[in-house]
């Protein structure tokens, strides 16, 4: 049962353009919400991440956005550029609990 | 600064062959340690976790064991391998404080082809 939802799989943007992510989730004991971003052949790397007490997070370029009431979220990079040409991965963590459960990857592509 | 280390990067093995894949950490301690495996196109799942030495927690069921022989050392183990075992395995490492790995480090991966 895969219970954090990503789409798309893959995205092309353009540069200067807006990246859009989403991740849907099913359980609402899920209390912790991190975005990873890796690069091929590389390990993942915290990007930025959400508790379900606020709606939006925003460093830099890369915002979150929580909809707690629709159990869903999203990363959206404003002004994408080449370099941030990667896979994103969604994740969900249940309260108390030390795993990360995480979304299926989303392969962006930035053309320059 | 804190680093991470993984090793072998890359490897090939036969069904039925040992696997040993071994992680350390520099610059911390009594950091909480974590093994990750990454199968192709998909997300990443939990396989152990440690909080201390000898401490391993298990997420899921399977054909592999870990072991923590030293603070700062993590390994991933396999006394035969399947080919269902290929994959991308990740050690990762969270701040001694941080008991709910809210911030986890991961470091370059392991690629393990079972052939």
């Known amino acids: 049962q895969q219970q954090v939802k990503q789409s798309p799989q893959s995205l092309i943007v353009q540069k200067g353009g807006i990246s859009i992510i989403n991740c849907a989730y099913e359980?609402?004991?899920?209390?912790?919400f991190p975005w990873y971003q890796q690069f091929p052949g590389k390990g993942p790397a915290l990007l930025i991440a959400?508790?379900?007490?606020?709606s939006e997070k925003k460093e830099g370029r890369f915002t979150i956005s929580f909809n707690k009431s629709a159990k869903q979220f999203s990363l959206h990079i404003m002004d994408s550029q080449p370099g941030d040409s990667a896979t994103y991965f969604c994740?969900?963590?249940?309260?108390?609990?030390?795993?990360?459960?995480f979304g299926s990857g989303t392969r962006l592509q930035v053309q320059p | 600064s804190q680093t991470i280390h993984q090793w072998p990067a890359t490897l090939v093995q036969p069904v039925g062959s040992p696997l040993s894949l071994e992680c350390t950490v520099e610059g911390t301690s009594n950091p909480n340690l974590y093994w990750y495996r990454q199968a192709a196109g998909r997300g990443l799942q939990l396989l152990f976790y440690?909080?201390?030495?000898?401490?391993i927690s298990s997420e899921v069921p399977q054909n592999l064991s870990a072991s923590r022989p030293q603070d700062r050392q993590f390994i991933l183990s396999s006394k035969k391998l399947l080919l269902s075992d290929s994959g991308f395995y990740l050690c990762?490492?969270?701040?001694?404080?941080?008991?709910?790995?809210?911030?986890?480090?991961f470091g370059e991966g392991s690629w393990l082809t079972v052939v």
């Open positions: 990762a490492w969270s701040p001694p404080g941080d008991r709910a790995g809210n911030t986890i480090y």
């Open positions: 359980n609402t004991a899920f209390d912790y």
């Open positions: 959400i508790r379900p007490d606020v």
């Open positions: 994740a969900a963590r249940r309260r108390g609990r030390r795993a990360l459960t």
């Open positions: 440690s909080v201390g030495i000898g401490q």
